[in-house]
């Protein structure tokens, strides 16, 4: 007989009846200790997604300027049906004014391999679309990167205000998800690689 909610029962073949126990009480979590909590502040924010491992993705998009694009570790899936994905932009960032404009974006997942291609679209003032950086214009004008593990073009459906950023919320219209290699990730400030 199978036995639950920590009491033991008799089997209908025993013949001395048993005694159940009493129930177990699921042990409390541990206070928190003085001087370790701290209200919320954007030191302690940063410190703790800090220590959030994130895949890294860079998004893209086409301008009257000409392409703008940025690094991004907030790129999350959101609905299946229909395809929709999400990313984070601060709205002072140079990619802003296009993104904010654009009707498609492209949503590229890096891998292993481009860690100095994710610090060049991630640093400010540099020229992210020039050499070593492989690209190509693809479908509704989108710059496409060369040599990702995956990547979406999609068609923006709202922009979300949140704080000093944009949640930007995008319907997938087509992709390819045929790249080779492992994903890169973001962690403890710097890019790095899946340990096996």
Known sequence: MTVTSGTSAASTTSAAPTTPTAPTTPTAPAPVGPGTAQLASADLFRSVFRRH???VAVITAS???????????????VSAEPPLVSFGIGTGA??????SRAEYVGVHILGEHQRELAATFARSGADRFGAPTSWQEG???VPVLDDVLAWLVCRVHARVPAGDHRL?????????????????????????????
Do not use: K
Request: hydrophobic letters at 40%.
């Open 53 to 55: 491992a994130a895949g």
């Open 63 to 77: 301008g009257d300027t000409g392409p703008v694009g940025f690094t991004a570790t907030s790129l999350s899936s």
């Open 94 to 99: 140079s990619s802003w004014p296009t993104v």
């Open 139 to 141: 479908p509704h004008g």
């Open 168 to 196: 930007v919320l995008a319907e997938v219209v087509l992709g390819d998800p045929a790249g080779a290699g492992r994903p890169l990730l973001y962690h403890q400030g710097r890019f790095t690689a899946l340990r096996d």
